[in-house]
Nanobody, 120 residues
Framework: QVQLVESGGGLVQAGGSLRLSCAAS????????MGWYRQAPGKQRELVAV???????DYADSVKGRFTVSRANAKNTVDLQMNSLNAEDTAVYYC??????????????WGQGTQVTVSS
């Protein structure tokens, strides 16, 4: 069993910052990729940022230059530093981890989600 536990969401004014953290625990030998998705009301879940075990990153165009994803492989944690927040960033943010299950097989695990609300 693998669990992802997020923390750090909340209410912030436009232009402010928040930092989200996620810790993976359980039967984990390695994690290929970790990152964050978000889902706003009435919209589909979308990628925010992802980071591989080697440190390569990818970001949604809407957050480039404002958000920074980082991870600590030894601790199985991933953080998301969010700066210059705006109302369009309001959403439930989900932690994500892609974990190998066997040769050529990986499974995606998700956290329970943490609400980020940006007031204008």
């Amino acid at each position: 069993q693998v669990q992802l536990v997020e923390s750090g969401g909340g209410l912030v004014q436009a232009g402010g910052s928040l930092r989200l953290s996620c810790a993976a625990s359980g039967s984990i030998f390695s994690i290929n990729a970790m990152g964050w998705y978000r889902q706003a009301p009435g919209k589909q879940r979308e990628l925010v940022a992802v980071i591989t075990s080697g440190g390569s990153t990818d970001y949604a165009d809407s957050v480039k230059g404002r958000f920074t994803v980082s991870r600590a492989n030894a601790k199985n944690t991933v953080d998301l530093q969010m700066n210059s927040l705006n109302a369009e960033d309001t959403a439930v943010y989900y932690c994500y981890a892609k974990i190998p299950q066997g040769p050529g097989i990986s499974y995606a695990y998700w956290g329970q989600g943490t609400q980020v609300t940006v007031s204008s």
